[in-house]
Structures are given as C-alpha cells and as structure tokens.
C-alpha cells in the first residue's frame, strides 16, 4: 500500500490527512491557516503536521497534494489567492517539495472535489464526471479520462458563471444572468425571499416566524416536502434552471455522470426529481442515454481525499 | 517522413488523400460516397483509392483516420448515422482495419475539423483549442492537452444546442433556445427576414431586391460593412448571442484559444470586433487575459487534414 497527504486549505481552518491508495484516509488533522504569518509559515506548519501523521502511523509519505480557494495553473501556480495575502503568481508546488522534498500537486478547492467524488467517491468507476457544487455559490469540475480539465488560467470548471439569462439576475461576480445567480442556495433564497415580500400566506412564511433574515434553501425544501404549494414552485423554479444549467454542460462535455454535492444538493428527491424531468427539455437525448445523476458522497472528507487523488 | 490516409465522408462525396506527419495533403481526391450500396462497399472503395494514392506517391501508408457526420464513441464505433442508411452501432474502425490491415481511427466530422485546427490550423502550438463551426448549424469540438473530448455517446462538443434562452427561438433539433438558432447562418437569415417583414426602407432590402428568399448572412454583413444601420443592428444582435455562448465555453473549458470556422466566420471584424467587445459581459476575466480568437485556417482541407490527425 502506498500513502499520500492530503491538504485541503481554507481561509482559517486547513484540514490535513494521511490517504493511502483506495481513497482511504488513514488518520487527519486540522490545524489553524494563519495566513498572516506568510505562506512560508504556513506551508512549514503543514509540513510539520504531515510529518507527526506518517510518523504516527508509521507510513512512509510519497506525495503532497493540495486543494487551494483560487485558480491553479499547471497544477503548481496560484494565479491569484482569493483568501490569503499571499503573492499572485506563486508557484506552490515547487515551494512545498523545497519545505519538504516530496513531489507535491495542487489545484483548485473544487476542481479537487470533483477529482474526489470521480476517483473515489459517486463517480468511481466512470471515465467522466462533472461534479457541481450548489452552496453559497456555484462551483464545479470537469474530469474526463482521468484529468481535471483545469484550463489555460485556472479557470477551467467555473460552470457557476455560465449565463443562463441575458442582462438576468445579479450575481455576486458582478456580471448577470449567471447560474449560480439562479441555483445555489443563495439563489433560491433570493427568490424565495422577493417572492416572501409580496406573498405572506404560505407555511414557508410560517415557518420562518415572518424573519425574512433567518430563511435558508432547507426551509423552502422542507416546506416544499410538506406540501407547501407556494414553496413547491421555488423549487420547481430551482430545478429549471438547474436543469437548464446542467442540459448546456451535457451538451458541452457529455459525461457519463453529474454529481451533485453542497447545501442545495442535500434536498435530495424533491428537486432531484423534477430535475431528471426538465432535462428532457434541454440536454440532447444521446447526451441522456445512460447518464447516472449522483449526490456526492465524500462529503467533509472531499477536499482530503480528493487533493490526495492528484498525486495517487 | 511517416504518412497517413485522411478520409472526410460526407453523404454525397468522400475526400480521400495522404497526409505527411506536418499535416500536408500530398495528394487527395473524391470518390462519390454511394451509401446505398453498402459501408462494407464503400469502405472497400476508400481502401482501393487510398491504396492508389499511396502508390502513385511511392509512400507507404502507416493509419487511416476518418471523419464521419453523427456521434463517434471511442474513436470507433458509430452511434448512428445521420446521412447513410447504414447499421447503427457499427464498430467502423474495426470494418475498416478488416479491409486494409491498417490501424484505423474515427471521430465525429467537426470535431475531427477542430482536431486538424488545433495540431495543424489556427490553434497550433497551443495545449487547448475550442473550434465553433458557424454554418447552416452550430457544431463544435474541444482539444485539450493532445485529446478531443468526445463525450460519453459522442455527444461531446454539441455546443450548438447550448441554451441561450429559455423558451426561447425554435431550433432544427426540436428543442428551443439553442445556440445555434441564434447564430448560425440560419440564425442570422431567420432574424434578419423577421424584421425585413417589418421594415423593408433599408439597403439590406435594396440589395436582395426585396426577394427574402435569397437572403444570405452575407449580405447582411455586406449591408453592415457599408454602414447599413438596420443591418448594423442586426450583426450587433447576432455578436450578443455569440458573446454569450462563447462566454459559456469559455467559463466552462478555459481554452487558450477559440477557432471560428464557417461561414459566418467569414464576415471578419465587421462580426469579431463587436464579439470581442461583449464578451467582457459574459466571461469571466481570467478566461480572456492571453485569449486567442482566430478564424479557422484550413477550410475544406480541414476534413482530410483532421483525420489523418487523428492517427498522426
């Protein structure tokens, strides 16, 4: 059995495991970012924690991969930190085989989720996926044959900017019309809540207490799955344009599987199902003929697990 | 020097010819495809014709690469045949490995197009390449890093039957919305006659002489270039929609380059200026910095000379 480390890096926490060949995460830990202290600090630290893992399990570390909030070209350069004060440009692989002599990759945080579930978790065994991420925002990664389609600048995957509707909704980007604008679980809850301004009689409303600020996507599931007519047309509203989304990505890159993980994902059967409808209506027919429609399965382990499959 | 057969079949004609390892046609020629009487015998015929080229130039032929119009898995077996009556399903790699004894590839006819563009056209010399076909229909085909992605059941790079709008212009393929309805040369022909119904003191209406059943895009574009407004306005809508389906590729693939080929393609500036213009509203920055947007290069050696790159 070989064994890897795992490294999924986030704004405060990073979590770090030891991963042996199936995917398995042998022992994991987490410690603070402390991005202030420099990336050199940081990277020493995680190095640090990999080394008391392997030393505790008595395992030999044959690789570092890494999961990064931002775009990754190469699998070794961050064009730009979204979350750290850390140089734009910086070529983090060759930094951390210098802090630790072991052969390190990297890549984005989500792009590294979909290499988890493809590898590992809902798509093992598929030789395409595209993994789609519906939480706050809209995230997303293509694996075909093996390889994360990452693009020419990191950019690859970015499915949650896609435009669905000309001059539509505003997004968070700044630009509008964008599927995430639409489906993620901010995008339910702002038409939920436009559509909670003008409309108070319905259980959705009830069960918030009438608190427009405390509405989340699960509320409008919930009440959906209770029979709640109101909330029921937020989620078929929810699934048409997940649908419509997700008809253009089959069009584009035609995998054998999408899978579905975040917040909005977890609704499960209520949206899931009026979704497999609506995609008749916008994906090509050959594009369905055999398509498996998965919930992610990695969950919490995903950026671990996933940011070992880069150097299993 | 190593040589290869290219074969481009169409529903009328086949264009046959030997292609050397820079992607140069040594010779070719055209046989008529005559599907009703058989793969088995057309395929016998392209072997004799190939064999014959071969000959005539004293060089030996080491693959055959073919392209086919309709779904292609595994570079073999074709899914079904939109032109030839011809049994689905059929292995046609392996037909043709049978008749010639030569290692034998096949992909869908664009995206063998967009395989010839990347490695000997417009995209040479860069890892990833979108190719976009703007003729009577949308077509496409990805490259990146060597590789076309085909798709599950062929079905990779249909980028035509994207949805741009939902519910919105009726496309060929039944369903509504597409990519294609808005840009192609139909496209354009659809919307430019929709309006020519209701305004006719134009110079777009001049230079048809008031008969929209010759319309052409381009005339349209050669109204524009000679500063028809109404014409104008008509390439400016036809550059919108355009933008937003290439914002989508670009947001999803992250390719280093973007080739259009077809006519539409032809307008030139009058077309991507604008285009370029528009797509800062669709696509994501990081997608544009260092973007080529290229006109194909090889127009109809394209066929041949992406066959044959298929097994180059």
């Not at 020419?152 to 630009?175: F, R, S």
């Not at 509008?176 to 409309?199: K, P």
Request: with cysteine; proline share 2%.
């Amino acid at each position: 059995m070989k064994y890897v480390a795992g490294v999924d890096l986030g704004g405060t926490n990073t979590k770090i495991g030891i991963v042996d060949t199936e995917g398995h995460i042998v022992e994991s830990t987490s410690i603070k970012t402390d991005s202030m202290r420099g990336i050199e600090d940081t990277f020493t630290r995680i190095w640090r924690s990999i080394e008391d893992l392997a030393k505790k399990n008595s395992v030999r570390v044959e690789g570092i991969g890494m999961g990064i909030p931002g775009p990754v070209v190469d699998q070794s350069v961050v064009t730009f930190f979204a979350n750290f004060p850390w140089e734009a440009g910086t070529d983090c692989s060759q930094l951390m085989e210098r802090i630790s002599g072991i052969p390190t990759k990297l890549d984005n945080d989500v792009n590294v989720i979909a290499l988890g579930e493809a590898r590992f978790g809902a798509g093992r065994g598929y030789r395409s996926s595209v993994t789609i991420a519906l939480g706050t925002g809209v995230g997303g990664g293509i694996y075909v044959d093996g390889k994360l389609i990452s693009g020419m600048t990191g950019a690859g995957g970015e499915i949650g900017h896609m435009k669905l509707v000309k001059d539509g909704k505003l997004c968070g980007c700044g630009q509008r019309g964008c599927f995430e604008a639409y489906t993620s679980a901010t995008g339910i809850i702002r038409e939920a809540t436009s559509r909670l301004l003008v409309n108070k009689t319905n259980a959705l409303y009830e069960r918030i207490g009438g608190d427009l600020s405390v509405l989340e996507a699960k509320d409008i599931f919930d009440a959906a799955r209770e029979g709640d007519e109101f909330s029921l047309d937020i989620v078929e509203y929810e699934a048409e344009y997940l649908a419509m989304g997700i008809g253009n990505i089959l069009n584009i890159i035609n995998p054998k599987a999408i899978i579905l993980g975040g917040g909005v994902a977890l609704a499960g059967d209520i949206l899931l199902k009026p979704l497999r409808e609506k995609l008749k209506k916008y994906a090509m027919g050959a594009t369905l003929d055999g398509l498996e429609i998965l919930q992610a399965e990695l969950g919490n382990e995903g950026g671990v697990v996933g940011a070992s499959a880069l150097v299993l």
